[in-house]
């Protein structure tokens, strides 16, 4: 599948992770507290929910409310999906197809109303959207600088390094790394912070420690934006 984007936004990034469950959210929350204390007019995305409690995509709450509850959660998200599950197969249970034209031309809107926009993706980097695309495509389709956020527990540098790869052999520039600490037992933390250092290439936007109930704006304390490359 063959698309091309337009009216990218002055700046913005695209949120990716080692997995699902490592903060995405929180650390997508946190770039918009921090781009917002700026002075900048933020828009955030989560393209694509899947699961909802008591009739709520909680991801999608809160990019809203990062982004001071002016963007229409029609754009923040257009895929809200009920279950808990792969994109896809939660897509295929609503009987409805995730198509990147609803997504493109919710972010071109966005963009136009907005200095930055923060685009957090779906699981992890290479998650099925469709038969023919996936979160990757999305990904190169918006053609953002990329934030990796690796969830700091065992297996961490295996799945960092190999998504790592994955990013940039679609071309994209990853700007930049974020630890979050989802294991507040994980063995040699420091050591494995260093050596995501040494071999990632990338700048390190922070370290968040374990949070009880994870608040974006307590982690916007320990992220801090790109010191270079930012459009």
């Known amino acids: 599948m063959a698309l091309c984007s337009s009216s990218l936004p002055p700046e913005g990034f695209f949120v990716t992770g080692t997995d699902t469950g490592v903060g995405k959210t929180l650390?997508?929350?946190?770039?918009?507290?921090?781009?917002?204390?700026?002075?900048?007019?933020?828009?955030?995305m989560k393209p694509i929910a899947a699961g909802c409690e008591d009739g709520q995509w909680l991801d999608v709450e809160a990019l809203v409310t990062a982004c001071g509850e002016w963007v229409p959660r029609t754009q923040v998200n257009p895929y809200p999906l009920p279950l808990p599950i792969a994109p896809h197969l939660a897509a295929r249970a609503a009987g409805v197809e995730i198509r990147p034209e609803p997504i493109l031309e919710a972010f071109r809107s966005l963009a136009q109303q907005a200095d930055a926009v923060v685009v957090e993706g779906v699981g992890g980097f290479r998650v099925p959207l469709a038969a023919d695309w996936d979160t990757a495509d999305l990904a190169a389709w918006l053609a953002l600088p990329v934030v990796l956020v690796v969830g700091m527990r065992l297996g961490c540098?295996?799945?960092?390094?190999?998504?790592?790869?994955?990013i940039r052999a679609r071309g994209l520039r990853l700007i930049g790394w974020v630890a979050n600490t989802i294991d507040p037992h994980m063995a040699a933390f420091q050591d494995n912070v260093a050596t995501l250092q040494e071999r990632l290439d990338a700048q390190c936007l922070g370290v968040i420690?374990?949070?009880?109930?994870?608040d974006p704006r307590v982690a916007a304390r320990w992220v801090r934006l790109p010191s270079h490359g930012r459009e």
């Open 157 to 166: 540098l295996n799945h960092a390094l190999l998504t790592t790869e994955a």
């Open 27 to 44: 650390v997508a929350c946190a770039l918009v507290h921090c781009l917002r204390a700026e002075g900048r007019r933020v828009a955030a």
């Open 209 to 214: 420690p374990h949070l009880d109930g994870p």
